[in-house]
């Protein structure tokens, strides 16, 4: 049995899983550990790149597009590790990173996953930590509350943006970009949900984890660069419906139809804020950024009643 076994799942991001893969290879030497890759049928030469520049790694080749949590699924089923990290191919782990996560999980017997400091190609801090979303911190992020407010354990809750990241501390919900997960106790809580397609399958698989009585920690002493939004960034008008589709989806699931109602009704607010007062820049704006997040928003507004 393996130490650890590292998964990561690509999407049309050859460059980025080259570096990723090659930053796991450079910075892990005293694990006995194994990468799988699972590509969900990229067009860019991924597959043959992982096939020719490491041969060592395990390669599952989708034929299409499965999504995140249904590949990932399809690797911890093959994997061989007392731990399994899940790791986004455009996230670059830093020296000694993974022996010191395994090492804090083997030191936490309950815990069942942990993330690890994340920052920015600038070194800059990246919030990876969050809670479990609620109408409340909806609310907040749609008026921007949270980011008029961030330092307030009040309006910040959801992105705990008034913490420094500077201590060990049980969280509610790590981002799946880094996230070291105990075997045995994907074995009680089972695998990721696959009915989500991209975003809020972790903070499913969080809850369940809690549910259960697993602890979550951010563990500060191991870093790791993530770009964020590798293959996001590649659709983003759809990445912004499919955010949203998930989000509804877990409030369907856990806080009823009442919940998903009450829900609608804030992200519908949220985009009338972007939609309405953005038309007069849109229409005066030759930043393709600016014109992709306004179109972004009023597609979504359009989608809502079917969300």
């Not at 307030?152 to 970009?177: C, H, N, Q």
């Not at 009585?213 to 964020?228: D, N, Q, S």
Request: charged share 20%; with cysteine; hydrophobic share 40%.
């Amino acid at each position: 049995m393996y130490d650890v076994s590292i998964v990561i799942v690509s999407w049309n991001t050859r460059a980025l899983l080259a570096r990723c893969l090659q930053s796991v290879f450079d910075t892990t030497s005293n694990l006995d550990f194994e990468v799988i890759v699972v590509d969900n049928a990229s067009t860019d030469g991924s597959q043959d790149m992982v096939q020719q520049w490491f041969p060592n790694v395990h390669l599952i080749a989708n034929k299409e597009n499965l999504g995140f949590a249904k590949a990932n699924n399809q690797a911890i089923r093959r994997s061989q590790g007392r731990h399994v990290l899940l790791l986004n191919s455009d996230a670059f782990v830093r020296e000694n990173t993974i022996e010191r996560m395994v090492a804090f999980m083997d030191a936490h017997p309950r815990a069942g996953m942990a993330g690890c400091k994340l920052l920015y190609e600038d070194g800059r801090l990246q919030p990876s930590c969050y809670t479990f979303p609620t109408l409340f911190t909806e609310f907040c992020i749609a008026t921007r509350l949270d980011r008029l407010l961030p330092k307030s354990p009040l309006f910040g809750k959801y992105r705990m943006t008034y913490w420094d990241y500077g201590d060990v501390r049980e969280v509610e919900v790590i981002v799946g970009a880094f996230m070291m997960v105990r075997a045995t106790a994907i074995d009680e809580v089972g695998l990721l949900d696959e009915s989500y397609f991209m975003y809020s399958e972790e903070v499913d698989w969080c809850y369940r984890f809690k549910r259960n009585g697993w602890k979550i920690y951010f563990y500060p002493h191991a870093e790791a660069v993530h770009l964020w939004g590798g293959s996001s960034k590649q659709v983003p008008v759809e990445t912004l419906i499919r955010m949203y589709r998930s989000r509804v989806a877990f409030f369907r699931r856990y806080y009823g139809k009442c919940s998903v109602s009450l829900l609608k009704l804030i992200i519908g607010f949220n985009c009338l804020l972007r939609v309405g007062p953005g038309a007069w820049y849109y229409f005066r704006t030759d930043n393709p950024r600016m014109r992709q997040k306004h179109q972004a928003f009023w597609r979504l507004l359009r989608a809502l009643p079917s969300l």
